[in-house]
């Protein structure tokens, strides 16, 4: 394993990047999701439909494309952009980090839109009667009442989307984002040996992975201490 | 920035022409996917902790680590062993697409199992019980009773599994193999053009997917018939 | 009941049950001959439904033996398979095969455990749907069928085995009022045709006019047992005459 002497630390930046990715990404996707659920329980009819156009694009597509396309996409629009200002600009780059945080988020969000949506009906009526009843108004009702049964029911799939969030940061390293995969690239050339230097990127990605699952589980227990055994 | 249609309509049967590999790459692993998924699952099921254990941590490793990186494993990483260019197998492993097949196949197994396992566990306890008391053995029990229990209750999640797996066919293309996305971003590198064709693109897999949803509609409705009231 | 000389069909001697810490069975001794109609009642927990699920080894007993028809039931699979041919059982949720239409159900087990050959199967199931009266039923689906039907197919499956023994666990309490009879019709029909049967039930009726023995339980023990006359005119036992009293009063 001497082979990997010297890249340790390499690798361990690359996995900083990994969780700078996952910690953006996380909030965006949140927003993403809970502006497409909101839009799909809303009563206008266009929210809907967007929302609906929304869940479709991005659960039907393939998520290298969506990178591919936000990344050299949003180049040619900024470039454009910028040559009004400065014709002398040849090209606007958009760092892949950003290009690559907001197209999964963006994707996974989509996934978030239909977690939250069910999640949202999924609270008991009964509570939403009893909160009205009680005089609560409708904000009362919604940070009170809605959100901690819904974030609860929400958990376990919730848990799944941070588990793809952490999986496709890999697929940023295709448009050179320089984490983990990208010191994979450049060890090898240098050292050769390819598995050896893939499987550290896999450790590392399951190791993140790890950290989510037990994350996830503390928080599910934190959940249960006041709605389990309350029989 | 203009939209260029008629370079779509050059472009769509070019891309078009990849659908023969990505649909290989689909049928191919979904198959050999779906008997080492049903292998893992009878692993985890058996009672044994000598099956369970590793098919447990199988799952674990697959399903915590990025597809792109496993890819890259079997595409890059075996060449590094002489034993690998040795064996029967090579030239299947030197081959983009065996590789891409080998490790679409070994990651859609673990999360499958993990689907059928979801089935196998939602059948009716009392039922197998009834079983039990008319004399069945376990064998007759798993194939005559949860077995066609379990698949129809699997099926929904099945189906987005095959979705996902279509989803990754995309990342062949990062091992040059030309499937749909491959010579989609030859395409683009050629001509500048991202928009019109990565959203072309995009349009074709919605279609793939939508084409699947309809079929996995028909199935499940066929699956569920002895669900409804109403003969 | 013993008659002289006459193998009991079931032996439970000192049978004694455990789920962890919980013992749900405490010396058990119980026979039943051939032909004999037992109904079990106590209260919830008491033990009944864990009592005769260890017949048929849907429970495990942990110590003590329990002997059907001569066969000891241990823990090898042979013993086990010998016992459940002779013995059918009868669920409070009746636990039809939902995938399988009605006349499958009947024919599955017959095939498999018994290797009976397709037609045959079909039509000894046909003979006992028509017994519990809806051969109309045969190609539905158990979903499509009331409560009370649904029931008297699980009847008619667990006889086409042809047991030794029948086992009721509570088979009416999931029942709709309305639907009670059909079921008990059944049974009682069954009765008299001398079939040996043990009943969990709570219909005191039922247990009036078919049993030859009424055992009550409680905490995990047969507290009494005696004919039904007996039994219900004059309990012996403190905790069968509060039993009684709670149920009988409405």
């Known amino acids: ?231 | 920035m203009s939209f260029d249609l008629q370079l779509i309509a050059e472009s769509l049967p070019m891309m078009l022409m990849g659908i023969g590999i990505t649909l290989k790459l689909l049928v191919i692993s979904g198959i050999l996917g779906l008997l080492l998924a049903i292998c893992l699952l009878l692993m985890r099921i058996s009672g044994r902790w000598y099956f369970n254990v590793p098919a447990q941590i199988y799952i674990y490793v697959f399903r915590g680590t990025p597809i792109l990186v496993q890819i890259f494993i079997v595409y890059y990483g075996l060449p590094q062993f002489e034993a690998v260019r040795d064996s029967v197998f090579w030239p299947i492993l030197r081959e983009p697409t065996g590789c891409a097949i080998l490790a679409l196949s070994l990651n859609t197994g673990a999360y499958v199992s993990e689907i059928l396992r979801g089935g196998v566990l939602g059948v009716d306890k009392g039922v197998l019980e009834a079983g039990s008391a008319l004399g069945m053995s376990a064998h007759q029990k798993f194939i005559y009773i949860t077995a066609p229990i379990a698949t129809r209750l699997a099926l929904p999640a099945y189906s987005n599994d095959v979705i996902s797996l279509l989803k990754s066919t995309a990342l062949a293309s990062t091992i040059t193999i030309a499937d749909m996305t491959g010579i989609a971003r030859t395409i683009v590198a050629d001509t500048y053009a991202p928009y019109e064709i990565f959203i072309s693109l995009a349009i074709i897999y919605m279609i793939f997917t939508f084409g699947l949803q309809k079929l996995f509609g028909v199935i499940e409705r066929y699956l569920s018939r002895y669900t409804k009231r109403e003969g | 009941m013993s008659e002289p000389g006459k193998r009991p069909l079931i032996q439970m001697q000192n049978v004694n049950k455990f789920f962890g810490k919980f013992q749900a069975l405490k010396n058990i001794n119980l026979e039943v001959q051939k032909g004999e109609r037992i109904v079990v009642c106590g209260p919830s927990g008491s033990g009944k439904s864990t009592m005769i699920r260890c017949i048929n080894r849907l429970e495990e007993h942990n110590e003590g033996h329990i002997i059907i028809d001569g066969n000891e039931l241990t823990n090898k699979v042979k013993d086990i398979n010998a016992v459940r041919r002779e013995v059918g059982m009868v669920f409070q949720s009746f636990n039809l095969f939902p995938h399988l239409t009605i006349v499958k159900n009947l024919m599955l087990a017959q095939q498999l455990v018994r290797k009976t050959s397709k037609a045959e199967a079909r039509e000894t199931a046909m003979q006992y749907l028509e017994r519990v009266k809806i051969p109309e039923q045969a190609n539905k689906y158990p979903i499509q069928l009331s409560g009370g039907q649904q029931q008297r197919v699980a009847i008619a499956r667990a006889l086409c085995m042809k047991p030794e023994i029948m086992l009721f666990d509570e088979p009416t309490s999931a029942l709709d009022p309305e639907m009670i009879n059909e079921v008990l019709e059944v049974m009682v029909d069954l009765a008299k045709e001398g079939m040996t049967m043990i009943c969990v039930t709570h219909e005191m009726g039922f247990a009036r006019s078919v049993a030859d023995r009424i055992i009550f339980m409680d905490l995990g023990e047969i507290v009494e047992q005696a004919p039904p006359k007996e039994f219900f005119d004059s309990p012996k036992n403190d905790r069968t005459k509060k039993f009684l009293s709670q149920i009988l009063s409405h």
């Open chain 1, 1 to 231: 394993m001497d082979v990997l002497t010297g890249w340790w630390d390499d690798y361990f930046w690359g996995a900083l990047v990994v969780g700078k990715v996952f910690l953006c990404s996380l909030g965006l996707m949140i927003l993403f999701g809970l502006l497409g659920a909101m839009a799909k329980l809303s009563n206008s009819h266009i929210a809907h439909k967007v929302a609906g156009a929304y869940t479709v694009v991005f659960r039907g597509t393939p998520e290298i494309l969506v990178i591919l396309l936000l990344y050299f996409g949003s180049a040619i629009i900024l470039t454009s952009i910028a040559q009004v200002f400065n014709p002398a600009i040849k090209f606007v780059d958009v760092p892949p980090f950003w290009a690559g945080t907001i197209a999964i988020s963006i994707i996974v969000g989509s996934y978030a839109t239909e977690t939250f949506r069910g999640a949202f009906l999924g609270v008991n009526p009964g509570s939403i009667e009893a909160a009205r009843a009680l005089g609560m108004s409708d904000l009362q009702t919604f940070i009170y009442v809605r959100i901690p049964e819904m974030w609860r029911l929400a958990l376990p799939p919730f848990g799944n989307h941070m588990l793809s969030l952490v999986k496709d940061t890999a697929l940023i390293s295709i448009i050179g984002l320089n984490e983990t995969m990208f010191v994979a690239k450049q060890a090898i050339t240098v050292t050769g040996k390819p598995f050896t230097m893939y499987i550290v990127v896999g450790a590392i990605y399951l190791g993140f992975s790890t950290l989510v699952t037990l994350f996830v589980m503390g928080v599910e227990k934190f959940g249960e201490r006041t709605t389990v055994g309350a029989k």
